[in-house]
């Protein structure tokens, strides 16, 4: 049984640019959370989204967008990255909103 | 004042020894909290769920104190496996369902 999927695994990309990041949930689940992790800090929420639409969001700026398709799958979309944008991007998956949360192993997201 | 804060460490202990980990939060309407192990550039693992009733799996032990909106994880007999950043998180409930909040993360070197 795979478990959460993150895709690609290393990203490098200059400020300004636009960056799609992408997660398959763990067989089962159906909601997918995403979350910044700067170094030395503890991840931070970005949004959520079940039954492909967004139903949380955290204190990030319009530049994140995300998506979800109806295989549950989902995409977080940053645009007019900046060099604060330099995280480990984690997608985590549960079944239900309030389920347990399984992480992926991230996309660690670098801009020059 | 972030809404959960946890001991700065890190925290650097001989095999075999018991550690303590403290983590507060501020929000009196969090309903789930939980321990998390995150190693080196790795996800985020789920460790144990806390209750109030204080909870036990095999050497780790989580106590909560609702009352003074404390959480606190002890490690016995200190394996190097154990080496790892332990993250305490908390979960609003309410409206704000499946949104994780994590503590900055308080790093444990087990030595031999």
């Known amino acids: 049984d795979a478990g959460v999927t993150q895709s690609p695994t290393h990203l490098i990309k200059t400020r300004g640019q636009q960056v799609t990041l992408r997660c398959s949930p763990k067989?089962?689940?159906?909601?997918v959370s995403w979350y910044q992790q700067a170094l030395g800090q503890g991840p931070q929420f970005i949004f959520q989204?079940?039954?492909?639409?967004?139903?949380q969001r955290g204190n990030f700026p319009d530049r994140f967008s995300g998506h979800q398709f109806p295989n549950y799958s989902s995409e977080l979309n940053v645009n007019a990255l900046l060099l604060g944008d330099s995280a480990l991007y984690l997608c985590?998956?549960?079944?239900?909103?309030?389920?347990?949360?399984?992480f992926g192993p991230g996309t660690r997201l670098t801009v020059l | 004042r972030k809404e959960v804060e946890q001991d700065p460490g890190p925290f650097n202990v001989p095999e075999g020894a018991t550690v303590a980990f403290n983590c507060t939060y501020s929000?009196?309407?969090?309903?789930?909290f939980f321990w998390y192990r995150q190693d080196c550039r790795k996800e985020p693992k789920l460790l144990m769920s806390?209750?109030?009733s204080g909870n036990e799996d095999g050497r780790f032990t989580a106590q909560l104190n609702r009352a003074s909106q404390y959480i606190s994880l002890l490690i016995r007999d200190s394996k190097l496996s154990d080496s790892a950043t332990y993250l305490c998180?908390?979960?609003?409930?309410?409206?704000?369902?499946?949104?994780?909040?994590f503590g900055k993360g308080t790093k444990l070197s087990v030595k031999p």
């Open positions: 985590a998956s549960s079944f239900g909103r309030q389920g347990e949360q399984f």
């Open positions: 067989s089962g689940h159906d909601t």
């Open positions: 989204y079940y039954e492909e639409e967004e139903r």
């Open positions: 929000n009196s309407a969090s309903q789930s």
């Open positions: 806390v209750y109030s």
């Open positions: 998180v908390v979960n609003r409930g309410g409206g704000s369902q499946g949104n994780l909040i």
